[in-house]
């Protein structure tokens, strides 16, 4: 494959939605928090001289108990959850796109790859360069060989993790034969992000979830 809108191309294959059970858990719970805060705002601006000293504690005390709950929730089912990535090895490609049209509004750099599984088919993603440090993340050059992990198969999602000894036997053989792996294996979506409004039923999910739980702050201040 010629260098050209490579990353473009890649990033055209999708998303599928975020909705595994720690997903919906976190999207849910992110919701009800950011309701309780707007409902315990509007209540208290318009309602100040009417609220006791309870009803100006309470909504801090709902709020976080709200956040403990979510997140223990989200710790419990994600840890149950079974591991089902797979140990890769990605070789970065060529593309005509600059830094700037890779940068990403973390200001990560989008790297396309071409990925080789230990066990499945080859496939192509991206990667995000980043920097630790203040300095700028620095764009990784074509023909950079890693060991990466594919979190879930038939998606596009790659982590570091260190390399076994069947990558890196993968790795040299590939360094030694650059055309070991074609550059024309089909481009594997993405899971969407748990917070992210799309499709529909994610968005109505997270929205229903801050109408919950403003209604909740709601009822509660009324009472106190």
Known sequence: ???????????????????????????????????????SIIVILFFAPNLTIAGLIVPFIVSFAIAAVGYLLWRSVRGKAEDTS??????VLGT????LERTTRSRGILVPVIVRPLEGADFRSVVISVSDSKEPP???????????????PGLGELISAPANDEQRELMERWAKNPKLVSNRAPALPNRRAPLERSPFLSGLEFYASIGVGAAIMFFILQVV
């Open 1 to 39: 494959m010629s260098s050209t809108n490579v990353v473009a191309n890649i990033t055209g294959a999708g998303f599928v939605p975020a909705d595994r059970p720690q997903d919906r858990i976190q999207r849910i719970f992110s919701g009800l928090f950011i309701g309780t805060l707007v409902g």
């Open 86 to 91: 797979v140990p890769v090895v990605a070789k």
């Open 96 to 99: 005509d796109e600059s830094v």
């Open 138 to 152: 620095r764009d990784i050059a074509p023909g950079t060989i890693m060991a990466l992990r594919q979190v879930e």
